[in-house]
């Protein structure tokens, strides 16, 4: 054979090598970008088993090819195959590799990341809270420019029904978890919503149903007078609130409303972090009555 068909016939990976330098990208194994690809497929498809056709569809490759690369992903746990129906499904492996990463995710460090963000975009103080022992906790605080004389300090516990938190986590958390807690709230002190009074579950339900549909809470001078807050929802991979993050600003200079700016910004920033969670349901968990 020829010198210089040698040459070229030995040097594919080392040519692919050199433009990535040029390029400025970092060469891979090109059997693990499809076999991902592959795994990316179950994930674009609900998760759900799926026919060999439909999944080679959704991965771009023939049939045939998807197939060898299927039997491979079952050999290592991360695809099963139901023996009934023949259908394709993510296996043991694939289900440990997403537990894993899930547990690698801190929830309140992201969520503080957030918080700065649309801090330093929309200029009011944000304050980031947890659920703690039968109440939102308040875990970290970014005051705005402007001067307000609000006691949102790190460590405060905060009402349920009358703090903008409060009322995400009740709508959100489960029934069993919320609702002795809003009993005895209403019963041990005057619960005003909005400068309406409530007296029962069945009103605090109907605050809730509004917290549910719209995905954020809002409330003004519940708490501190002249004081108004907006809170947004960030959810778990159950469809749970793993923190809330609320601004907070004066009354006459805060823009409430359910299709506000800030009302937009923070529904946004929510929703990309939810999905970073590992949420995967629609905007808003599902209802769950007080």
Known sequence: ??????????????GRAKSAARTGTQTGVESIDTGMRLLLAFVELGGRGQMLKVLAEAARMPSSKAHRYLVSLIRMGFVDRDPATG?????????????????????????????????????HTMALTVWGSGNPVIVRVEEADRLMTVGFRIGKSLPILTSASGQIFAAFLPRATIEPLLEQEIRSRQCRVSG?????????????????ERGLSRIAGDITPGISALAAPVFDNRGYPATVITAIGPRGAFDSRWDGPLARAMKRRTAELSRKLGYTGPRGAPARRA
């Open 87 to 123: 259908h394709y499904r993510l296996g043991p492996k694939a289900v440990q590799v997403g537990v894993s990463a899930l547990g690698s995710i801190d929830a309140i460090a992201l969520s503080g990341e957030e918080m700065v963000k649309l801090h330093d975009e929309l200029d």
């Open 196 to 212: 309406r009074l409530v007296r029962s579950l069945a009103q605090a339900g109907r605050v809730l149903d509004e917290v549910r």
């Open 1 to 14: 054979m020829p010198r210089s068909v040698r040459q070229g016939s030995g040097h594919t990976g080392s």
